[in-house]
């Protein structure tokens, strides 16, 4: 999967530990136990391998950001307060959103060996 540089350094370091997704057909392929390779979008050969620990499974964002932690969503202390389920439109409609529902993917960091989230 391909990261922007922020969410990708949050990943590597381990603040981030739930990656937010549609729930399209190649997300519904993901299961416990397999590995997700996570590509920076600005250095191809900057890659992090995860371990999926948990799907979390909502009908769209709003659900999701009610239930599950946005600490380990990307936010941080400064911005948690203003997330906003819409922030996540900007990559995936409404309409997307009702059609395929949407996930967390909670990971575990393979090069450090320990759980992150």
């Known amino acids: 999967m391909k990261l922007n540089p922020e969410p990708f350094e949050m990943i590597k370091s381990g ?11 190649k997300r519904q392929q993901i299961k416990s136990g397999d590995i997700i ?8 050969n900057n890659v992090i391998e995860a371990e999926v620990i948990r799907l979390h499974l909502f009908d ?3 659900k999701l950001y009610r239930e599950l932690p ?6 941080t202390e400064e911005n948690a307060a203003y ?5 996540m439109e900007i990559y995936y409609t409404p309409e997307k959103q009702k059609k395929y529902g949407v996930v967390g993917i909670e990971i575990r960091n393979i090069e450090t060996d320990c759980l992150i989230s």
């Open 83 to 87: 997330a906003d389920p819409k922030d």
């Open 37 to 44: 390779r996570f590509v920076r979008t600005d250095d191809e």
């Open 15 to 25: 603040r981030k530990t739930i990656e937010l997704r549609l729930y399209d057909e």
């Open 60 to 62: 769209d964002f709003s």
């Open 70 to 75: 946005l600490l380990k969503c990307g936010y």
